[in-house]
């Protein structure tokens, strides 16, 4: 709220008004603290029992829900925080992060908003009549169906509505992926995967809390805080089935790569990575073992160059927008991979990966490419730029 003041009596009567009546059309009022006390209880309660896979002592909560749906899942930790109730006689409608963690992937738990129905039954014990997704906030994997879990050598891959046999080629792409990012970033990572598989674009779309348009003909993309500690929960790659379904061998291993790629690197990608180089990085590793040419693996990029369009800067972030155009957003990803590529090329493997982090060390976007440059690569980003314009009429003329 804009300015300062000092309200009247009747002003603070008025907005007390105001906020009951918004309270009552919200469907109740704000509970007592012995109620959110009994309601905290419950939740305790429900948590150990899914921790102890005990689906009587969750009946006991309240409505069996999706108890089954997390049978296979490896939790190491489940605990809800009630943040608000509001209620209204018998009924109440409590709000709570939900705490989780995966046993040997999440050395942090994962948190996210839950929103709860409750009513008080005889005896004054409250129960669970559903649970769900916070408002705005993404869905979970079991909130959309049994969770069914194939371990790799390195990887954890979970899914819903999916054949275990197609779980296991997650597993065996995920575990081929690990090993090659390694050897192109080095070994200063967990080295593990979480790979989700829901059973269609929407439910996609729903891990993401997002519009299933806005991610239609994307294979698979990476959740996870960027610049995250050691301490930080694991990312998790989340395909898109539908998408996915469609690529050859090769092209399913090179997405797979490229996502484990920004598994790899997000401690070291921040504020001041711009995403030619987050993303143009993830498809050199992902194409670097898989013998492609640019030719086959940036076809949209060759046809302008070969028509004489040459673009005249790097890919903006805005060029990257799932939203926006096919052929802009093809163009952007294959520009900053042969912009990386370059830099292999010309400098070394090992002075990418110096650049990389080099540019991610920085706080802000600012200063960062040309300070990354002329530190790690001794140019400027002029000159890279004609460079790699050149590299691109040598590449593809």
């Known amino acids: 709220m804009a300015g300062h003041g000092r309200a009247s009596g009747s002003g603070i ?12 059309s919200c469907g109740g009022r704000p509970a007592t603290d012995s109620t959110q006390a009994d309601v905290q209880r419950v939740l305790d309660t429900r948590a150990m029992a899914i921790l102890g896979h005990d689906q009587a002592a969750f009946r ?13 899942v490896p939790l190491a930790d489940w605990s809800y925080r009630v943040t608000s109730v509001l209620g209204s006689g018998d009924t109440a409608t409590a709000e709570a992060e939900l705490r989780y963690r995966v046993d040997g992937y999440d050395k942090a738990p994962i948190t996210v908003g839950r929103t709860l129905d409750l009513s008080r039954h005889d005896g004054g014990q409250w129960y669970v009549d559903a649970e769900r997704p916070e408002k705005e906030s993404a869905e ?10 194939v371990r790799g050598e390195e990887s954890l891959v979970m899914g819903v509505g999916q054949s275990r046999e197609r779980l296991g080629e997650f597993a065996g792409l995920a575990d081929r992926a690990v090993p090659a990012v390694s050897e192109a970033w080095g070994m200063d990572w967990s080295r593990h995967v979480v790979v989700l598989v829901p059973k269609s674009l929407e439910g996609m779309a729903g891990l993401l809390g997002s519009p299933a348009s806005s991610y239609r003909g994307i294979a698979a993309v990476t959740t996870g805080e960027t610049g995250a500690p050691a301490a930080a929960p694991a990312d998790r790659v989340i395909v898109n089935p539908d998408a996915y379904g469609v690529l050859g061998d090769s092209g399913k291993q090179v997405v797979l790569t490229h996502e484990t790629t920004h598994v790899a690197t997000r ?20 194409y670097r073992a898989s013998g492609r040419a640019p030719s086959e693996a940036a076809p949209e990029l060759e046809r302008a160059v070969t028509d004489g369009q040459v673009p005249a800067a790097l890919p903006e972030d805005a060029d990257f927008g799932f939203s926006g155009d096919a052929t802009r957003l093809a163009r952007a990803y294959e520009s900053g991979w042969m912009a990386c590529r370059l830099i292999a090329d010309h400098w070394g493997e090992v002075r990418l990966g110096e650049f990389y982090r080099a540019v991610g060390d920085h706080q802000e976007r600012a200063g960062a490419v040309e300070d990354a440059m002329k530190r790690v690569l001794g140019t400027t980003p002029e000159e890279f730029t004609e460079q790699w314009r050149e590299y691109l009429r040598g590449q593809f003329g």
Request: with cysteine; proline share 5%.
């Open 140 to 149: 979970q994997l079991w909130d959309q169906g049994a969770v069914s879990v």
């Open 60 to 72: 006991r909560t309240g409505a069996p829900g999706w108890f089954g749906n997390l049978r296979e």
């Open 267 to 286: 401690a070291h990608t921040g504020p001041a990575t711009p995403l030619w180089l987050s993303e143009g990085y993830a498809d050199w590793v992902g």
């Open 13 to 24: 009567a008025a907005l007390c008004l105001l906020l009951l009546v918004a309270l009552v």
